[in-house]
């Protein structure tokens, strides 16, 4: 029986909402340089930068809605104030889709590191079980206080964060360095530029997860878009130098065919002490954006189980106050998209984040509108610049995200997603629907809503 007397407790300070965002933000790029570089050469700082500014508009929008609607869920929340029960479920489901895979995409990545340091030739069978155990490390980490998480994040992000901008500094000041790598800019072309600022969309996922904390967080609802969107710049330049500082090293044709491209660029030029150092940052930069988006999944499930949209058994929580039963069902699910993967995981998870988030930015960015519409008389301690004007620039950036991320899907590509969204979320959804007909005062929703003036 699901206690519903607890409640989450108020533990997160500013910092620990920006490190938990940016933090969760910034992937592996040791693993992913090589990738990034060949999607079109140095212009992948130049996509990095595009897309970053299309997420701007759907931050400043999370940010009047989350000061509104400060609650566990964020996303969920406002499409459900909305768009009512079944919007609300699917673009949750499609949040959880993305979720779910970057889990899967940085548990891949780090059996990636430990396979170029330590382990080369890899089996897929011993990723796999790699991916396993760390998923169970997880588990059981994310059992505990939150304060333990975010303290961790903090320190973790800021290592990483030392790492990554004294890479960059050690690359700019070496003789190798030269400007002259970066012709042509466009290497792969206007096709290929365009492909990699689409996809570089899941390289900005994370930002959104300053809603699903709001009812955790210390920091004042009225400055909440600061982590937000303070999130999404910080990490425009992050990203930006660490592709066109890369991309001066060498010309693109050995870049492209460099592995782990900036720990050999500081192994060959620097020693194999700064080749772990960088290592050890790529590290932590899996484990900030697992710990974020692992919490992120556990609470957005203990938000949709408290409003009534999935069983109340996910809104259960342990001794700790945190929700245990939505960490069992994220590990479970996990563990599917583990299964399912294949040997081509950096291409599938890295797409199918890419429209999960796409989706549920869209959802959410046409949920502002709709409630500015709708419910003029809610209190917002703060409000965006340009009012629906903003919102309708989201809904815009979201669909070009969206568009782009279709593009590049293939067969199997559909089928995972097929699967997803039809033979999971189906079901799912079905039952649901019979249950609170069939139990209605069971299912009685309950989701918060904005207060008046």
């Known amino acids: 029986m699901v206690d519903e007397t ?15 965002a940016a933090g969760s933000i910034i992937g592996p ?33 999370y940010g009047e809605m ?9 996303p969920f929340v406002f499409i459900y104030n909305a768009f009512g029960k079944e919007a609300a479920f699917w673009g949750a489901w ?34 796999v079980v790699i991916c396993v155990f760390l998923c169970l490390i997880l588990f059981f980490m994310n059992s505990k206080a939150l304060s333990l998480s975010a303290n961790t994040q903090i320190v973790m992000f800021f290592v990483l964060v030392i790492i990554g901008v004294g890479t960059m500094i050690a690359f700019i000041s070496h003789p190798t360095f030269t400007t002259d790598n970066w012709t042509p800019f466009f290497t792969t072309g206007t096709s290929g530029f365009l492909t990699a600022t689409a996809l570089m969309v899941t390289m900005y996922f994370g930002f959104e997860l ?21 999130s999404i710049i910080f990490c425009i330049l992050f990203y930006a130098g660490l592709c066109i500082v890369n991309s001066g090293m060498l010309p693109f044709d050995s870049l492209a065919n460099l592995e782990m491209t900036s720990a050999s660029l500081l192994k ?34 203990y938000s949709m189980g408290k409003g009534r949209i999935l ?63 709708k419910y003029p008389e809610w209190r917002r301690p703060w409000t965006a610049p340009g009012g629906v004007g903003m919102g309708v620039l989201a809904v815009i950036c979201s669909l070009v995200m969206a568009y782009y991320t279709f593009k590049y899907f293939d067969v199997t590509l559909w089928v995972m997603f097929a699967i997803y969204f039809l033979g999971l979320g189906g079901p799912v959804w079905l039952y649901l629907r019979h249950r609170r007909k069939q139990s209605p005062d069971v299912y009685v929703i309950n989701v918060p809503t904005g207060a008046s003036d």
């Open 6 to 20: 607890k409640s989450l407790r108020r533990v997160m300070g500013g910092m620990a909402m920006f490190a938990m």
């Open 29 to 61: 790029w040791l693993v992913m340089m090589q990738w990034w570089i060949s999607l079109s050469g140095p212009s992948i700082a130049l996509a990095f930068v595009l897309t970053g500014l299309l997420c701007i508009p759907i931050g400043l929008v």
């Open 66 to 74: 989350t000061s509104m609607l400060p609650n566990v869920g964020g």
């Open 94 to 127: 499609s949040l959880m889709l993305a979720y779910s895979t970057v889990i899967a995409f940085q548990l891949y990545a780090i059996g990636g590191l430990i396979s170029y340091l330590w382990w080369p030739e890899m089996p897929h069978t011993a990723l």
């Open 210 to 230: 300053v809603p699903q904390f709001a009812e955790e967080s210390k920091y004042p609802v009225k400055k909440l878009w600061i982590p937000l969107v303070g």
């Open 268 to 301: 060959t030029h620097f020693g194999v002490g700064a080749q772990y150092a960088m290592a050890i940052a790529t590290l932590l930069a899996c484990f900030t954006c697992l710990n974020g988006f692992w919490l992120g999944s556990i609470r957005l499930m």
């Open 311 to 373: 069983p109340r058994w996910f809104s259960g929580l342990n001794e700790s106050d945190v929700p245990s039963n939505a960490n069992i069902a994220i590990l479970l699910i996990v563990f599917v998209f583990i299964a399912i993967s294949g040997t081509r995981w950096l291409e599938y998870l890295f797409t199918l984040m890419a429209i999960g988030v796409s989706i549920c930015y869209a959802f959410s960015s046409a949920a502002y509108i709709k409630l500015r519409n």
